[in-house]
């Protein structure tokens, strides 16, 4: 893809200063990137690093992967929200073939690889022939492709083959293969845009659909096409994804599709169609992952982090409209002359002369500041929307100030592969200890061998880490709580009555050992029956909605185990008058609004963890391990099952 040069008004600023404004506003995308750069390696030390550099790299690559696949279909004038989803999909039936199935892991790969594309053919013959609007027909595969990733995990995670996993592994000790394989995808949509028939039809079709039917192209055929080579490369991210995780996650890449949008609209694409290219969408996935790795090593708040990349994406596509207001030139569908080739090689001149320029100048900048006094410490949530963890917080903050220790928490919003990239992150950052909740265990192993590598020691919390070593591992035993929670319901009931069971989130460690802890321990009770179980994904509203709607089945149940409090509380509301006198409720976790509801009666019991205590003796275990003491493997924290008699004198 080329751009048109401006042309020369009257009065209009000339000589190098206006060519150079010129080529800034031409290339707003790359513009964004460099000052974004700058920013960052003036307000971080640890920002303009190799190893940093390298991470950015990697944090990119699935983005980019998925956005290139996106923008064959933003060029053509369409729309693809499911390769999230298809991303999913086509590592867990990878996963699920190489291991369950018993499938050869080459065959396997390619299963995975039809899957993506089969997944784009359905999209592509929905908007094409079924002439569904491909944002109805994408956002239909979205839902069928995440709902087929449960299933076939059973909404848990598939550890990946070691053969497949070096995938996320690196080349000669230093060039991560997610960086490779992002390049190579590049490389083959700049060369399927630019050089082939049917990258000038996505231009033509995105341009003018009518007039490109008119002209003689087949656009239905050419649309089935547009849309097999988005899922063929959601296929791909997929793999680099779950390779990076050494898991296939039935949860995983949600969201992922907006970001593979706004990465295809930063780098120049329209949405109108007719116009993108590979480096635009390339660069823009690059701004968001600089975006995210610099808050991190900058210890921004994990909320203002989402207000602040939702600004600059607006900024970035503000700007663009403004150039082209301004009439900076539109890039062209397809063609490239001479002279565009010589601009577009000056521009990445240009930029690497400012990169360059960066680097000595925040050498000079960091180079003479000295260490910090305060010891620096990392902590990784899974989430921070959920009041058991928002406690964990607390803790770990009330004991860091306590102990002069500077403490950064990000939330990894139950994303795997976002917790991946924060502590990656962590381990670039100059910290001298990292404490992760972990999203999935497994899936934390590979990021928290890299920080193994570079000598910083990880304390898990809540949750342990798989295939990595931990210094300690700081938590309550959640199945010996389910089985305290199946105790305690089954007795309020007299060993006799039928209950149901509201499921965490699919695929989490926490809901699959307090599943399994309440279902040995009601083995103890034979006259209590399950009659349903249902996933609530640890959710007060969907506690709510699930509750109610079990009610209509099952009107005569006589108890209810929820694997956390917030769902439990959105029980309690369905029930309403119910609760607490012919249905009894027991939760997890042991929150305030939770035990709230114990002293009020609606609530029977919560089994509670105390988590403000694993927050404040899992940043006590880090420090003592960063300054090289010797800490405990196994640091237990009881659970406790809280009712009406013994709620007062609880403290969590």
Known sequence: ????????????????????????????????????????????????????????????????????????????????????????????????????????????????????????????????????????????????????SLVISQGSPIVFPDSVSHLGDTLGGWLPVPVLVMVVMGLLTAFVLGRTYIGRSMYAIGGNEEAARLSGLRVKKQKLAIYAFSGLFAAAAGIVLASRLASAQPQAAQGYELDAIAAVVIGGASLAGGTGKASGTLIGALILAVLRNGLNLLSVSAFWQQVVIGVVIALAVLFDTVRRKAGAGAPAAGASGGGNKGKQALTYVIAAVVAVAVVGATSLLHGGSSATAKPKIGLSLSTLNNPFFVQIRDGAEEEAKKLGVDLTVTDAQNDASQQANQLQNFTSGSLDAVVVNPVDSDAAGPSVRGANKADIPVVAVDRGVNKADTSALVASDNVEGGALGAKALAEKLGGKGTIVILQGQAGTSASRERGAGFAEGLKDYPGIKVVAKQPADFDRTKGLDVMTNLLQAHPDINGVFAENDEMALGAIKALGSKAGKSVQVVGFDGTPDGLKAVEAGTLYASVAQQPSELGRIAVRNALRAADGEKVEKMVKVPVKVVTKENVAGFEG
């Open 1 to 148: 893809m080329a751009t048109d040069t401006l042309k020369s008004k009257p009065g209009a600023q000339g000589g190098a200063t206006g060519g150079l404004r010129r080529l800034l506003l031409d290339n707003g995308a790359l513009t964004a990137l460099i000052v974004l750069v700058i920013a960052m390696s003036a307000l971080s030390g640890d920002f303009l690093t190799a190893d940093n550099l390298l991470n950015v790299g990697v944090q990119a690559a699935v983005t980019a992967i998925l956005a290139f696949g996106v923008t064959f279909v933003i060029v053509s004038a369409g729309i693809d929200l499911s390769v999230g989803s298809v991303a999913a999909l086509s590592a867990t039936v990878l996963a699920w073939s190489a291991t369950e199935a018993g499938i050869p892991v080459a065959l396997a790969v390619v299963l995975a690889v039809l899957t993506g594309i089969v997944c784009g053919l359905v999209n592509g013959f929905l908007v094409s022939y079924g002439k569904l609007p491909p944002f109805i027909a994408t956002l239909a595969m979205l839902s069928v492709a995440r709902g087929l």
